[in-house]
């Protein structure tokens, strides 16, 4: 099968941990491998990241390694029981703080619960399957809630509060526990959770910077709360991708608002060159059966059409019976919609002269342009900070995108990034030379044929890993 431009990224868990099938993954072509830190602990998430570092050298790919925080995520404790039938008018205490049940109450594991939630308010349980009502204060631990639409309320359910603004930090004390052992690891990237503003993001840097310089994990911003909608210019600038986050979101604010959301949040990223992650129940049915719904199948088709970098699995590859077919279906579709649909050429101009970047965001403008003129099948960028890498994907050229670096870190950061083939590169001598030899590479590897157009960009003199300042078109 033809490389996939749209990116696939699979949640790591006990259906799919093991060797065996991390290496079908692998040869399946998935890109990202995402670390759920709301389960599982350091000693089993270590494990699996030595084992998908050791894939990548056996495969010789660059898989990357996306660990996501929890963030302030409110969950029911364990029960006594194995679950509670809640009905139509059943009576709740829901007690703050508490991680195991009493005979009379439910515990929450987060200690402002019963400051937080207010009379009248709505709490939704396990992604709005139960929703109840708060109906009064018991004590100043305990709130009593009314069963509006019930179910069977298993332990560590997730809780949302759509009418609440809860009062726990972006980055909560297990969050801190986890991202010290992130930063221990070889991890590409870090998602931050319910993000509420870009001060959220500036935070979470921060904590980086002051513990790793260099080759520092880039930041994904959560979206699934109505305050990031008010805040989602300010949280593009700052973070380096967004994922939407549908399932949290479509809880946390009228759910048929979400579509037109994800697209407008795909558009404007886009014409920032900052990657997007659509997430959520893309495919939930195959956590049980063998194919999709043809919901489903839509669903991805249309992330696609919107232009989305990459496709997230969650409980599909997490928890699923069939993880490593839920992949090749959706390979199948984003394949057949990549090659049948108008998903290219979203051409986007520099903005200002005054654009400290101006000069390499003009050079990929063009380049890109050039290729559409006279359908290039490949452009091929030189890149030791990525920077230029990530704005060829933001304009989705049709060509083919090469990239070539001496940076290990950034080509596996770029297997998200929306149709980018990284390559591992440190001949750099002259320009001309350089795009000589890598000509040479991709001819032997056969991924130019003869006759085709190629379009290089580079910066010159190339050992000063520069601003892209170089455009040079050539048939092979």
């Avoid at 995520?73 to 039938?85: A, Q, T």
Wanted: proline residues 3%; negative net charge.
């Amino acid at each position: 099968m033809k490389d996939l431009k749209t990116k696939i990224i699979t949640t790591i868990g006990p259906a799919s941990s093991d060797y065996k099938t991390l290496e079908e993954f692998m040869k399946e072509g998935v890109d990202v491998f995402r670390i759920n830190f709301s389960h599982g602990n350091h000693a089993e998430h270590r494990k699996t990241i030595e084992t998908i570092h050791e894939l990548n050298l056996k495969h010789h790919c660059h898989a990357a390694i996306l660990a996501d925080l929890q963030g302030p995520k409110i969950r029911i404790g364990n029960l006594k029981y194995e679950s509670l039938d809640l009905k139509e008018g059943d009576i709740l205490h829901l007690q703050s703080g508490k991680l195991e049940q009493t005979d009379e109450n439910v515990p929450v594991d987060y200690p402002g619960f019963s400051r937080d939630v207010m009379k009248g308010e709505q709490i939704q349980i396990d992604d709005g399957r139960i929703v109840l009502e708060a109906v009064g204060e018991i004590d100043k631990d305990t709130v009593k809630a009314k069963v509006l639409y019930g179910g069977k309320l298993l332990s560590r359910k997730g809780i949302n509060l759509p009418n609440t603004r809860i009062s726990l930090p972006a980055l909560t004390e297990k969050d801190m526990k986890d991202l010290e052992f992130i930063l221990t690891q070889k991890v590409q990237w870090i998602a931050l959770s319910f993000v509420r503003s870009a001060a959220d993001i500036i935070e979470l840097r921060h904590h980086i910077s002051s513990k790793i310089r260099e080759k520092s994990p880039l930041i994904v911003a959560k979206i699934e709360k109505p305050e990031a909608l008010e805040d989602i210019d300010n949280i593009i600038d700052k973070a380096d991708a967004l994922m939407i986050a549908r399932g949290d979101l479509g809880i946390e604010i009228p759910l048929e608002e979400v579509p037109l959301i994800q697209k407008d949040i795909v558009r404007k990223c886009m014409t920032r060159s900052k990657p997007t992650i659509i997430a959520t129940q893309m495919m939930e049915g195959m956590i049980s059966n063998f194919s999709p719904t043809r919901a489903e199948v839509n669903d991805v088709a249309n992330s696609v059409l919107d232009g989305s970098d990459a496709l997230m699995l969650s409980g599909e590859t997490s928890i699923g019976h069939n993880p490593v077919k839920v992949v090749k279906v959706m390979k199948r579709i984003i394949a057949y919609v990549e090659s049948h649909q108008d998903i290219y050429y979203k051409h986007f101009s520099p903005e200002t002269l005054n654009n400290e970047r101006f000069i390499s965001d003009s050079i990929v403008y063009n380049a890109c342009e050039m290729a559409e003129q006279v359908k290039a099948s490949v452009i091929v960028g030189m890149t030791h900070s990525g920077y230029s890498a990530f704005e060829i994907a933001g304009q989705r050229p049709k060509a083919r995108i090469f990239i070539f670096t001496n940076n290990h870190s950034i080509l596996s950061k770029l297997s998200l990034v929306w149709g980018i083939q990284g390559f591992y590169y440190d001949k750099f001598i002259s320009t001309d030379h350089t795009i000589e030899d890598i000509l040479m590479l991709l001819q032997r590897n056969k991924l130019v044929n003869k006759g085709d157009f190629v379009i290089n960009i580079a910066s010159t003199p190339l050992d000063q890993y520069g601003q892209t300042n170089m455009m040079k078109l050539s048939v092979v």
